[in-house]
């Protein structure tokens, strides 16, 4: 079959690969559909590693994706051939203290897709995945829509930090396609008002389409007291969804005493820092997030109740042949990208 790996920073082939082999009776080979361009997978295109995790190449990245059910092992109960799916990248032991303490997304043993160290990932014609991570999408849901659920968990996820998000008003700090996803599904929960920013005003302006009431670039205005202007109590909880270190310290500044600090996006550097006083006078809680845990169901439900409804954050669509266009447009923000989508 064939499959895009990266060769060298900022490298990729399309080169011919083996075909994935079902090796046990819950396996799904899926024919993958459309695959979603990620922050991380961009992370590993441009600089070869997020942290500990070093590429080797060449090596296939890619999590975000939908695709057609192939065939099913025979101990598969909950999806057959020619059902649509959404696809969760993690694959937990489902053995190990975090798994039975219900924290599959920190499994000590988990692999995940186009993560170096644990698998290879979907920017292939066909996958092989467990049956627990191929979640069936309806007649209703594009396979374009059902690629996006793994972004919108993460989102709905980062939303559920917050215990009292009815009434809420709110930061998100970042309006890549996981700060939009926290905007609507923080909105979804019952926020009251949503403050955006982004240094991209293209991404503003979706922002705006995804629900946000008052958006703000800080490359061009104060964006702390434009919204202390709005909000002399200042906000209940921020996200931050850039990795930048000035979004955290003017998270800080914006969060009324007592507030939540939710970071979801991945910092460029190794280290970021906190002014403590300003952390500790007003007691802030800072919360990390690690990707999803139990809610890619809960995403899909969303979508398909209609309350919520992520088309319009896929910005940019290319063909398999040039997923190094789409990486290369993503990783340089170039032309209001967003989301940009392959077919594969």
């Known amino acids: 079959m064939k499959a895009v790996v990266l060769t060298g920073i900022r490298q990729m082939a399309l080169v011919d690969v ?58 598969v109960k909950h999806v057959k051939r020619g059902d649509s799916v959404a696809v969760d990248p993690a694959m937990p032991c489902g053995t ?46 594009t396979l374009e829509q059902a690629a996006l659920m793994e972004p919108l968990s993460i989102g709905l996820y980062s939303a559920r930090f917050v215990e009292q998000m009815k009434g809420a008003r709110v930061g998100v700090f970042g309006c890549g396609p996981i700060g939009l996803s926290v905007i609507v599904s923080a909105l979804a929960g019952g926020a009251n008002r949503i403050y955006a920013t982004d240094k991209i005003d293209a991404r503003l302006t979706v922002a705006g389409v995804a629900g946000a009431g008052w958006t703000g670039n800080p490359d061009k205005i104060d964006v702390v007291a434009g919204i202390a202007a709005r909000e ?39 280290r970021v820092s906190f002014v403590m006083e300003n952390l500790r006078r007003k007691e802030i809680c800072v919360c990390n997030v690690r990707r999803q845990n139990n809610c890619m169901q809960p995403a899909i439900d969303l979508h ?19 997923a190094k266009e789409a990486f290369d447009l993503v990783a340089d923000y170039r032309d209001g990208v967003v989301k940009a989508m392959i077919t594969v």
């Open 96 to 141: 190990c203290d975090q798994c039975k303490a219900d924290r599959r997304h920190t499994c000590r043993n988990l692999r995940f897709l186009g993560c170096p160290g644990q698998a290879e990932g979907c920017l292939s014609e066909y996958i092989v995945m467990p049956e627990e991570c191929c979640f069936p999408v309806s007649g209703n849901m």
């Open 304 to 322: 398909e109740n209609g309350r919520v409804n992520l088309s319009f954050m896929v910005t940019h669509r290319f063909q398999f042949k040039q």
């Open 18 to 75: 083996s075909d994935p082999k079902m090796e046990k009776d819950t396996d799904v080979l899926l024919k993958v559909v459309n695959v979603g361009v990620c922050g991380s997978d961009v992370h590993y295109y441009v600089s070869g590693r997020i942290g500990s995790q070093v590429v080797r190449y060449p090596y296939r990245v890619g999590h975000e994706f939908s695709g057609i059910v192939e065939e099913a092992g025979r101990g």
């Open 232 to 270: 002399p109590l200042l906000l209940d909880a921020v996200f931050e969804c850039c990795g930048d270190q000035s979004a955290l310290d003017q998270a800080v500044q914006v969060l009324k005493p007592g507030g939540k600090l939710v970071i979801a996006g991945i910092p460029v550097q190794d």
